[in-house]
């Protein structure tokens, strides 16, 4: 029982104790199952995916969008924007030291007397955190900062999985374009045999029109496909940061799509928890919360601060830290709420209540994880059933639809039989060239659901935020 738990209890001490005994125990012990629901393996997931592909091509073009890709440069810059509030935060454990220096020239018109004034001082304050409150602040700005870092390791899993998906889809695109080729041209030879037969007077002015519509319908589709695959270059291009001009699709010419044959290392359910990003992400954010409670609460007492100064002033610049008018002081003050009408009260609550917000909101994020792990393999299973079903009815559809024609050209069956057989080949084609995209997309979406890393890539946040 506690190895099954260990993961878990792992994953809650990332970013050290909470600092609220408030925390909803279902976080610490969820409701995880020993194993997925369908049987697997339960080897350890394993990291670098990408390489499995076998297409040089992809890596290329997924190291480009690491790096150019706007939506993951706006969450890189996001992540640095608040370790500066990280170092902002820390900066309030340090004194304060100012310097002040005045300089002024006044006439009086009573006297008619002109004067000269002039004054420098160092002036330096501190606060004393006997109740921890600036360590609260502090810990919710680290919080902060892990969480937008881990959410920064989910956005490059996501664009990685979208670059993967996005190439595949174009590759099935121009599949199903030089299929959609193929139809016409087909469509144009039964056109010309057909007309060829009716003007010898085999055929009847029916099959002439029955096969003059196939070809405008063929056309038509040819036109679809064409519009498709423009479409889906210009969204690869998108997640690649380039101008969307279609002209990627030109790379997939000779490219087909791989079919992959072996199992993925599932792990335990209670392993997604410390491998997601986005869930530590979650989880870095109830912490954060709960330092933000901490914070709230020691508004509420009272403030130690000291403060010191150093000053000389005189009536000539040159006189100035002569020590003639040297003068210090060094004071300690106590400040302490007394009345604000419960604004302190109500923000102590809020805080509590965003505080269990945020755990109702990592528990939905923590089970839409298993979620998406459990249809991943489910739909993955269900697909290879489906694809090998259809290679068989792919190739007994090519069958039909030879013989059909033949059997056409014989007189024994009519026109609208070799239309069916036709339209079911191509229906079967089709049909195979989109599972076996639907199989690498669900691949890729399984990686991404158990947590794991697409390749050993030097490729980090600073690399793109200096990459101008």
């Not at 940061?241 to 599932?266: C, E, F, H, N």
């Not at 917000?357 to 939905?364: C, G, H, P, T």
Request: glycine content about 4%; aromatic content about 8%.
């Amino acid at each position: 029982m506690v190895k099954r738990y260990l993961p878990i209890l792992i994953a809650l001490s990332i970013a050290g104790c909470a600092t609220n005994s408030e925390l909803d125990k279902k976080l610490q012990f969820p409701e995880v199952p020993e194993n997925w629901q369908i049987t697997q393996s339960s080897i350890e997931v394993k990291d670098n995916w990408l390489p499995q592909f076998a297409q040089n091509e992809l890596i290329d073009l997924v190291n480009e969008a690491l790096t150019q890709n706007y939506a993951l440069r706006q969450e890189a810059y996001g992540a640095e924007i608040l370790k500066q509030r990280l170092l902002q935060s820390e900066a309030d454990f340090w004194p304060t030291l100012d310097l002040d220096f005045s300089s002024g020239r006044s006439r009086s018109s009573s006297t008619e007397v002109t004067s000269n004034s002039h004054s420098i001082g160092l002036e330096s304050g501190y606060e004393i955190d006997i109740w921890g409150k600036l360590s609260a602040a502090q810990q919710q700005a680290n919080l902060n900062y892990l969480a937008s870092v881990a959410q920064y390791q989910q956005s490059r899993q996501t664009l990685v999985a979208s670059v993967v998906s996005g190439w595949f889809d174009l590759i099935t695109a121009k599949q199903l374009l030089d299929l959609a080729e193929q139809r016409v041209e087909n469509s144009k030879q039964n056109l010309d045999i057909i007309e060829s037969g009716y003007r010898q007077g085999l055929n009847s002015a029916l099959d002439v029109y029955l096969s003059r519509n196939e070809l405008n319908s063929e056309i038509s589709n040819l036109a679809d496909q064409q519009t498709s695959l423009l479409q889906t270059s210009r969204t690869l291009e998108r997640l690649l940061g380039r101008y969307p001009s279609g002209k990627v699709a030109a790379t997939v010419a000779d490219t087909s799509l791989p079919l992959l044959d072996t199992q993925i290392p599932t792990g335990l359910p209670a392993d997604v928890i410390t491998r997601k990003p986005e869930l530590k992400a979650s989880w870095y954010q109830v912490l954060a919360e709960d330092a933000g409670l901490a914070y709230a609460h020691k508004q509420r007492f009272p403030s130690f601060n000291l403060s010191a100064s150093i000053s000389d002033s005189t009536d000539e610049l040159s006189d100035l830290l002569s020590g003639s008018s040297f003068a210090w002081s060094l004071i300690g003050s106590i400040a302490a709420p007394i009345f604000r009408a419960g604004d302190l009260k109500a923000n102590e609550e809020a805080a509590r209540l965003t505080l269990k917000q945020q755990e109702q909101a990592y528990l939905d994020t923590l089970f839409e994880a298993f979620s998406d792990v459990e249809n991943a393999i489910t739909t993955e299973k269900g697909l290879k059933q489906s694809y090998l079903a259809t290679v068989n009815a792919s190739k007994n559809a090519k069958e039909a639809e030879t013989l059909s024609f033949e059997q056409y050209q014989k007189g024994l069956v009519t026109y609208t039989t070799v239309l069916e057989a036709q339209g079911r080949s191509f229906d079967a084609q089709n049909a195979l060239i989109q599972i076996k995209n639907q199989l690498l997309a669900n691949r890729v979406d399984l990686h991404i659901a158990l947590g794991g890393d697409f390749a050993d890539t030097q490729i980090n946040q600073e690399d793109v935020l200096t990459n101008e």
